[in-house]
């Protein structure tokens, strides 16, 4: 006889139990979008750029523009195709939610093509935009076909560099920095100079093993093969100087094979031409000094003082 009354009392304390899990539940998610968003706001407080940039580095070369706005223009792209996408989704959960009363289920629909077909040509579309911009860019980053007005030959070697400037007929040659907190290790670093709002032709060589070379401030990377040449070209925009490195794990000390950019103006840069000049680096590093055998077509893509090195 008392097992109804037992029944009874169940479902009627099953809501109070479920509430408080819920408001709980809905407690938890909210901190945990609460530390999400801090997170990202101490991890976008890192960032070198602002939001008109996309938290890029400030642009300092006329490849770094370029990059910038393909970088921020498919933000843009991708940001109003989700805010499409979720508003889509926000009217469909609000407009067919299950009312109070309401037990019918709504139309069962097995497929509806005008849809799918919509689903799929859209992201089709949107991939193959973004392929389009991207080659572009790609191929005029690498393209050389523009007069520079000067070149340097980078030899790339473990774990320094190397840098001849052709039109000056001089070269400087580094070696390996061991970075161990000492103070003054990092005046030791090679130094490569440019001249600000001068066309650079970089022709790309490595001695032993694959490099890349990397200025992260000029926004380029560029891989460097044994017994290959690469070459690109950019204008750097912004007097400064800015960090080098090798983006391409090359061996033990790989992480140290660093050098440092000097973007300087015009009579500064003759000034340290003379310099080098002075001390004794006249000449040219020859670059088939390497462990591969050129490839008979990327021998003439190298400047021919550079070949086997003028000073030879």
């Given at each position: 006889?008392?097992?109804?009354?037992?029944?009874?009392?169940t479902?009627?304390?099953?809501?109070?139990?479920?509430?408080?899990?819920?408001?709980?539940?809905?407690?938890?998610?909210?901190?945990?979008?609460?530390?999400?968003?801090?997170?990202?706001?101490?991890?976008?407080?890192?960032?070198?750029?602002?939001?008109?940039?996309?938290?890029?580095?400030?642009?300092?070369?006329?490849?770094g523009?370029?990059?910038?706005d393909?970088?921020v223009?498919?933000?843009?792209?991708?940001?109003?195709?989700?805010?499409?996408?979720?508003?889509?989704?926000?009217?469909?959960?609000?407009?067919?939610?299950?009312?109070?009363?309401?037990?019918?289920?709504?139309?069962?629909?097995?497929?509806?093509?005008?849809?799918?077909?919509?689903?799929?040509?859209?992201?089709?579309?949107?991939?193959?935009?973004?392929f389009?911009?991207?080659?572009?860019?790609?191929?005029?980053?690498?393209?050389?076909?523009?007069?520079?007005?000067?070149?340097?030959s980078?030899?790339?070697?473990?774990?320094?560099?190397?840098?001849?400037?052709?039109?000056?007929?001089?070269h400087?040659t580094?070696?390996?920095?061991?970075?161990?907190?000492?103070?003054?290790?990092?005046?030791?670093?090679?130094?490569?100079?440019?001249?600000?709002?001068?066309?650079?032709?970089?022709?790309?060589?490595?001695r032993?093993?694959?490099?890349?070379?990397?200025?992260?401030?000029?926004?380029?990377?560029?891989?460097?093969?044994?017994?290959?040449?690469?070459?690109?070209?950019?204008?750097?925009?912004?007097?400064g100087?800015?960090?080098?490195?090798?983006?391409?794990l090359?061996?033990a000390?790989?992480?140290?094979?660093?050098?440092?950019?000097?973007?300087?103006?015009?009579?500064?840069?003759?000034?340290?031409?003379?310099?080098?000049?002075?001390?004794?680096?006249?000449?040219?590093?020859?670059?088939?000094?390497?462990?591969e055998?050129?490839v008979?077509?990327?021998?003439q893509k190298?400047p021919?003082?550079?070949?086997s090195?003028?000073?030879?």
């Open positions: 006889m008392h097992l109804v009354p037992e029944l009874e009392d479902p009627a304390a099953s809501p109070a139990v479920t509430t408080v899990g819920g408001e709980t539940g809905r407690r938890r998610t909210g901190l945990r979008l609460a530390g999400i968003a801090a997170l990202a706001a101490v991890a976008l407080s890192g960032c070198q750029g602002q939001v008109s940039n996309g938290y890029l580095p400030p642009v300092v070369s006329d490849s523009q370029r990059v910038t393909l970088w223009n498919s933000w843009i792209a991708v940001l109003a195709v989700g805010a499409v996408t979720w508003g889509l989704m926000l009217y469909a959960a609000v407009r067919f939610r299950k009312r109070k009363g309401d037990e019918t289920l709504p139309v069962q629909l097995r497929y509806n093509v005008p849809m799918e077909m919509l689903y799929t040509v859209i992201p089709v579309f949107m991939v193959a935009v973004f389009y911009y991207t080659a572009r860019d790609e191929a005029r980053l690498v393209d050389t076909s523009t007069k520079q007005d000067l070149t340097v980078v030899v790339a070697k473990q774990w320094s560099w190397d840098f001849n400037y052709v039109d000056s007929n001089v400087e580094g070696v390996h920095t061991e970075l161990d907190g000492t103070e003054g290790k990092r005046a030791t670093m090679p130094v490569l100079y440019l001249p600000v709002n001068k066309r650079v032709e970089f022709v790309l060589n490595a032993d093993v694959i490099h890349s070379f990397w200025v992260p401030a000029f926004m380029m990377k560029m891989d460097i093969l044994p017994g290959k040449t690469n070459k690109f070209q950019l204008t750097p925009t912004q007097v100087t800015f960090q080098g490195k090798c983006a391409e090359c061996g000390y790989h992480s140290q094979m660093l050098f440092m950019v000097k973007v300087v103006p015009q009579a500064e840069y003759d000034q340290e031409m003379a310099r080098l000049k002075s001390i004794g680096n006249e000449g040219l590093i020859p670059v088939d000094a390497s462990r055998h050129m008979t077509g990327d021998i190298i021919a003082p550079v070949r090195g003028s000073n030879q």
